[in-house]
DNA sequence: TATGGTATCTGCGAAATTGCAGGATCTTTC
DNA sequence: GAAAGATCCTGCAATTTCGCAGATACCATA
């Protein structure tokens, strides 16, 4: 039930009353483990996707299937929706850890739309935001060298991580997949976090790599004027 | 007057007849010249701009000075509200053409919104389509190499100049800006530029480009699976 | 038409990035 | 707990990109 949701930040909140119940009593929200595909480049758009719990890559991939992560998504954050008025998605959609995601059905969310201008008008702000963000990210990725870039991901993927409450920040992504996001490759995002943990700026357990200063690493970036998002 | 203009993409269209004749009463529409900012990076946002004709650069900058282009617009393309919700813009805007771009303030776009859901829906889908966009440019570039990446850079002027029709479109961009949309220098674009001619897929009469074949030139790009939009 | 300033082109050495390879470390499975 | 497989780290050579510099071509102004 959306009422009883303990994710405020999500979009459908902005409806009225009514209106929720009713996205309520059509929605289905699963249960997806970590690596799933949410949806796939070149399926059918059936819907949009509200993130309840967890964190998604949307990817994009060339035809000899090297992956490009091109957005990271957290709860609050809507999925799938991109495709809108096209037949099929453009791009995938991955969990990068255990989730719970909402899916409400085209037809629903364009009455839905129509009669719930608040709501229309925050989507709008959502998807105004996200172009942004993916803007500055643009940016990013053309002006730095490849250590700004890793610390431009790893501030990314904290960004876009759900325990971020601590002062100690963890990720779990392979260096691969933190590879994908800023488009390198692995090796590379090896030289860069062994430098920077000579450099104190981070530690590993093992395979984690455990942030303890975020304000540090911003500060190796601020050239780029980027202080307000990642 | 909104009701008169000769630009049947804009998104005011989508208001109601009421709303369209005042925003038209309220909004102004000066002309800009070549090379004009319409807004800088760190000014007031004090609504949006709505292009009515002509071709237009989002730039963002590094602390040096150094200039980044994010995105192009042409006419049907809303501008400037890519901020909402903040107080000042993350980003800049500058004519590449001479140029019409009509304004309107956020008070009376606000209300717009309320009132017209089918105009906040289009709004919306504008903003979902430009993000989709600029995902698929962000993997571009951090996929291709020099030589592709200028031909994606071509191929996506070509897309928001405003003289497609003939079978000959024409690009007045200096290398450097061209430089500045994929993220290189003036000389590799020159370079390329060269390769290109050789190779017969392009033409140049003094420093303008001559574009004869746009398939010839997408298909080098095919591997990246972007036979939509560019 | 002449002249100064700017943009473009192209060669070349420097710097950065890539990609392979081999060893070390961690994880999974039995 | 041992073995197999995967990931990670790091050195090195090949490749690509960068950026300066000089030559050429173009444009604006007088």
Redesign the interface.
Known sequence: MCLECCNQSCLINNCTLDWIEKISSKKNTPHYPKNQFIFFEGSLVMGAYFIKRGQVK?I?????G?E?T??LAKEGHMLG??????EKY??GAVTLSESEICFVDNRTLQEA???N??F??E???F??????K??????C???MNNEEKVILGLLYIAETSNDQNSNQTKIYLSRQEIAQI??TNSEQVSRVISNLRKDKLLDTEDRTIVLHDLEALKATL????IA?EY
């Not at 994009?60 to 000899?64: E, K, L, R």
């Open positions: 949307i994009s991939s060339n035809i000899n090297k490009q091109v957005r929706h991109t495709a809108f008025g096209l453009s791009i739309f129509l009669e201008p608040k229309t008008i989507v709008m702000r998807y105004s935001r996200e172009l942004r993916s803007e500055i990210r643009t940016k990725l053309a002006m800023i488009g601020s050239h780029y004027c307000i």
